[in-house]
């Protein structure tokens, strides 16, 4: 069975510096790992997904994740926030047997002016 | 392309009553997805369908049930309401089965319950 670990409930950054959500996993299997974004009172939105090419992914709105096997891990990362950042985050894994998803408890960001 | 809908968006309902939620997924989309989504549980998958039959389910009593149409459409019930089941419902739909190949998921904005 597969879980995932959020590191952090909760982030605040400056608008302008940079974003860090770590995100560690654990799989029987190669795992897909996919980043969700929620902002207020909207449905979960996709940022970017892992399934096996390559292990810097890119996503929407200049978030990426780096997949480090040896570490079991998943951060997702953004060079620069934005106020448009703040919203909870979620990292979800996939087990490629049998295709469940497991969520983290999410990252609840918050951007200062 | 429009994207999920859900529906009702809002709703209160008593303890012992029951519910039915509907969503409409993407067209194409031959899976759906349901959440529940909790502050103090987080999300919790309840049950997938793809194809009008029952892929996977979560760990929710039998009060919670669903089932999908030839169209895709997909409903959800839950009988004897309790107060705990207030929450926020999401539905998700995805080309394939959720989390597989082509299986990202979309969501709707998702139903909120209130059991009073």
């Known amino acids: 069975a597969q879980s995932v670990t959020q590191l952090d409930s909760h982030v605040s950054v400056s608008e302008g510096t940079p974003v860090l959500l770590r995100c560690n996993y654990s799989?029987?299997?190669?795992?897909?790992l996919f980043w969700y974004v929620q902002h207020p009172n909207k449905g979960l939105q996709l940022l970017l997904k892992?399934?096996?090419?390559?292990?810097l992914v890119k996503g929407i709105n200049g978030f990426e994740a780096e997949f480090k096997k040896s570490e079991t891990s998943f951060h997702l990362t953004k060079p620069s926030a934005h106020m448009s950042d703040a919203a909870e985050y979620f990292c979800?894994?996939?087990?490629?047997?049998?295709?469940?998803?497991?969520f983290g408890a999410g990252t609840t960001v918050t951007v200062r002016a | 392309k429009a994207g999920v809908t859900q529906t009702p968006r809002y709703l209160i309902k008593t303890r012992g009553q029951q519910v039915t939620l509907s969503c409409s997924p993407i067209?194409?989309?031959?899976?759906v997805s349901w959440y529940q989504q909790t502050p103090g549980q987080g999300l919790q998958f309840l049950f997938e369908?793809?194809?009008?039959?029952?892929?996977n389910k979560g760990n929710f009593p039998g009060r919670f049930s669903g089932r999908q149409f030839s169209n895709s459409r997909s409903e959800m019930n839950v009988s004897t309401l309790e107060l705990g089941d207030s929450a926020l419902y999401l539905c998700?739909?995805?080309?394939?089965?959720?989390?597989?190949?082509?299986?990202?998921?979309?969501f709707g904005e998702g139903s909120r319950l209130t059991v009073l």
């Open positions: 979800v894994v996939s087990d490629r047997t049998d295709y469940k998803l497991s």
């Open positions: 369908y793809f194809s009008e039959t029952q892929r």
């Open positions: 799989s029987s299997y190669s795992p897909s």
């Open positions: 067209s194409g989309h031959r899976s």
């Open positions: 892992y399934t096996s090419a390559a292990t």
């Open positions: 998700a739909s995805s080309l394939s089965l959720a989390g597989g190949p082509r299986g990202e998921l979309f």
